[in-house]
Each structure stands twice: as structure tokens, then as C-alpha cells.
């Protein structure tokens, strides 16, 4: 039996990894049976950094971790391989004719495949992973049949909010997968990724950190806001403000805030308030509760 406690607490301090303790322990253990992984969960969440951390740690490096961002536009070709019909007709159906996709790459090198976006990929593709995902199987016609090798494994991600380019996951492609989700994090924690990632160190860290998180706290509450910010407006929010001369002032966090958070947010609809303001409530609400001064 894997030891779940220590490798989530190795992989935490090697990666950088703030908290997420439960969602590491979940993706182990699977990890550690053989199953296929889907992390769930909204922008920002973190679910590429978890399943780039998880892959590394479990041998993937660049040269076998191979990702996949999907679209609508995302073939089974795509994914699997291809004949390059110039080198068919010179040399046949050989395999110095063949694209390998990152699927087969994958499969044949013992990576990570790692899907990111998966409920954006069409349904005739989604058929193409399921004798990979279920058999470690993978029929290239006219070539050979791949099996995969024994440190292949997938890890997927895809963000329930999404509406706009989805594809519902068929219930065969969702059966091969073990599904974890991913909310986000407490304040606390919040307050020390931002501090990380935005690298502060000045002896207003803390104070910046804390605000930062408590304004896009305020937009995930807030009725007027549909979809608020996830920590990546929080880190931007951190970083430009801590880049002016004077970072306790009022104008200078308006200014900074819209400038972070405008693009990563969604406003409810009939509002008579535009973004900018609404955003500039918000920083004024939150300083005035803080010992901003």
C-alpha cells in the first residue's frame, strides 16, 4: 500500500503545492490503483498545477508528459496520429510515414497524457480514448497495435461552469474515470498562495496578500456578480499593487484592481452598474474594513 500521507506531504514541499491536502490524498491514491483521474473544478482552481505536480512526481518530465487542450476542433487524428499521405505514396503504409499523436506517444514512452478542458472535446474523439483508457489498448489501422506501457496513465480536467464550445462527456468515457473535485481554497491558504506566487517580501506582504484575497472574496459573494475571480485575479491584484510607489492608496488599488479583475469576472444581467464600478465599490467596501490605513 501506497503511502498516501508522506508522498502528498513530498509532492506539497517539491512543487510548491499550498494546502490541497485531500484533493493530493484522492489523486494518490487513485493514482496508485491504476485508474484515470478527472479533476473538476472552476477557473483557477488549480488543476493543471495539481496534475503537472502529480505527473512529475510519478516520473513524467517534458519529454514524456504530453498535453492535450481541447476544442471543438480537436480530432480523433489529433489525438492518436496520422499517414502523412507525401510519405504514404513513397513509402507506403509504414511507420516512418506515421505522425504518432500524444495519445500514442503517451502509451508507447509510459507518460503522463494529460486532457485539459476534456468537456471540450467532440464525441467522435472522446471514442477514440476509450479502449486506451479501459484496456491500455490502442488499434493504429494499417500499422499496429499499441499497448501501453506500464507507467501510462491520464490525467483530465474540465470546469463545470463552461458553457459556451462543451461537449457532455459520454457515460462510457466518464465510467473510465475516477472524478475528484476541486473548490476553491480557504482564505487562509488563499492569503499564502498569493503571497508565493506574487512573490511578496516587502513589509507590507501581509497586508496586500489579505486584501487582495478579501476583494475577490467579496466577488464570489457578491449578487451582482455571476462568476467571480478566481486567485489568479487575487495574484495580479498583488502584483501590480505592489509595484506603486504608494501602496496604501485608495487610487492606486482602484486602479489596480479593475486593471486585474475586469477580464475575470461576469456580471449578472440588467445591471445598471458597469464593471468598473462595481469593482471600485468593492475595493472601497474592503479597505474601509481593513486597518487599511
Known amino acids: 500500500m501506497v503511502d498516501t500521507t508522506r508522498v502528498v506531504k513530498e509532492i506539497q514541499v517539491k512543487y510548491k503545492i499550498i494546502g490541497r ?28 498545477r495539481l496534475a503537472k505536480a502529480v505527473a512529475k512526481y ?6 514524456n508528459f504530453f498535453r492535450v487542450d481541447c476544442s471543438e476542433e480537436l480530432l480523433p487524428h489529433n489525438l492518436v496520429g496520422y499517414f502523412e499521405p507525401p510519405l504514404v505514396i513513397v513509402k507506403g503504409y509504414i511507420e516512418d510515414s506515421y505522425k504518432y499523436g500524444p495519445l500514442a506517444l ?12 476534456i468537456n471540450r472535446m467532440p464525441e467522435s474523439t472522446q471514442n477514440s480514448l476509450l479502449t486506451s483508457l479501459d484496456e491500455g489498448i490502442l ?25 459556451v464550445g462543451v461537449t457532455v462527456l ?51 459573494e457578491s449578487t451582482s456578480i455571476r462568476r467571480g475571480s478566481s486567485i489568479r485575479g487575487a495574484i495580479d491584484l498583488a502584483t501590480l499593487i505592489n509595484q506603486y510607489d504608494n501602496n496604501n492608496s485608495t487610487k492606486n488599488w482602484v486602479e489596480a484592481a479593475v ?19 462595481i469593482i471600485t465599490n468593492i475595493v472601497l467596501t474592503v479597505l474601509n474594513k481593513s486597518d487599511f490605513q
Request: proline share 1%; with cysteine.
Open 106 to 117: 503517451a502509451m508507447m514512452n509510459g507518460g503522463c497524457l494529460f486532457i485539459n478542458e
Open 170 to 220: 459520454g457515460e462510457a468515457l466518464k465510467d473510465r474515470f475516477i472524478w475528484i473535485n476541486l473548490n476553491y481554497q480557504n482564505p487562509e491558504e488563499e492569503t499564502l498562495i498569493i503571497k508565493q506566487e506574487a512573490n511578496l517580501n516587502s513589509g507590507n506582504a501581509n497586508k496586500i496578500a489579505i486584501i487582495s484575497q478579501n476583494i475577490i472574496q467579496v466577488t464570489r
Open 139 to 163: 488499434e493504429i489501422s494499417k500499422l499496429k497495435t499499441i499497448k501501453a506501457h506500464k507507467d501510462f496513465f491520464v490525467m483530465a480536467t474540465q470546469n463545470p461552469a463552461a458553457h
Open 21 to 48: 491536502t485531500e484533493e493530493l490524498r484522492q489523486i494518490v491514491l487513485a493514482h496508485a490503483v491504476g485508474k484515470n483521474i478527472l479533476l473538476e473544478g472552476n477557473v483557477g482552481v488549480g488543476k493543471t
Open 58 to 63: 510519478h516520473g513524467s518530465n517534458d519529454s
Open 259 to 277: 486593471m486585474a479583475l475586469y477580464n475575470k469576472i461576469e456580471l449578472e444581467d440588467g445591471l445598471t452598474q458597469s464593471k468598473n464600478e
